[in-house]
């Protein structure tokens, strides 16, 4: 089977950097994915890891580790708006399903 | 914003009635999905399709059924509707197969059955 851990919570103030790991166990490994939804939205895609190292995106990043099955997603100068769940997900199977963790919950205060 | 539109967006059903819940996307993708999330589950993939009248089931299908008969549109039916399928259901869609970067999804659809 499959299966993502992350934490359920994460809490940082304004202007912090948060790193929210993601473990990993799945076969036919393609990619780890990151979404983050706010409440009462929909998922919307961050970044997508297909092979090992950084990508970085603006104030995100996110990185891979396939020998570990680790990922992480990193959040920098963060603000009020980036107060949200975000959801690890890999992509498996042979086919586009993603199946996703159990989201981190960040709260971020002033 | 994809062009997605579920429907209906809320909806309360009695036990044991049928629902469908009907997903609708302008971007002629290839690939629809239909998730449902609930609380500490993250979401879970149901059924999915990788084209018209090509359908199969996700995670979490036993009591749901899907159909596909045209590209735009994708339907989910729960025949006899139980207080387990209280959710909220996400279609989602994508024009690869083989790439986590352009699944877009919908907006929700909250159904309560009661």
């Known amino acids: 089977g499959q299966s993502l851990e992350q934490p359920s919570e994460v809490t940082a103030v304004e202007g912090a950097i948060v790193q929210i790991n993601c473990t990993y166990q799945?076969?036919?490994?393609?990619?780890l994915s990151w979404y983050q939804q706010h409440d009462g939205g929909a998922p919307t895609f961050l970044s997508y890891n297909a092979l090992d190292g950084l990508e970085e995106t603006g104030r995100f990043s996110s990185f891979l580790s396939r020998s570990d099955s680790y990922g992480y997603l990193l959040l920098q100068e963060l603000q009020m708006k980036d107060s949200a769940s975000y959801f690890c997900?890999?992509?498996?199977?042979?086919?586009?399903?993603?199946?996703f963790g159990t989201g981190t919950r960040l709260l971020v205060s002033p | 914003d994809a062009g997605i539109t579920q429907s209906p967006r809320h909806k309360v059903t009695e036990t044991g009635t049928p629902v469908t819940l009907r997903c609708h996307q302008t971007?002629?993708?290839?690939?629809m999905y239909w998730y449902r999330q609930d609380p500490g589950h993250g979401l879970r993939l149901i059924h999915y399709?990788?084209?018209?009248?090509?359908?199969d089931k996700g995670e979490v299908s036993d009591g749901y059924s899907v159909s596909r008969s045209k590209t735009e549109d994708f339907l989910l039916t729960l025949e006899s509707a139980t207080s387990s399928q209280t959710s909220v259901y996400f279609c989602a869609i994508s024009d690869t197969a083989d790439s986590g970067n352009t699944i877009y999804f919908g907006e929700g659809s909250w159904l309560t059955v009661v």
């Open positions: 971007e002629n993708h290839r690939y």
């Open positions: 799945t076969s036919g490994f393609y990619g």
């Open positions: 399709s990788y084209g018209v009248k090509d359908t």
């Open positions: 997900a890999v992509l498996s199977g042979g086919f586009q399903k993603l199946v």
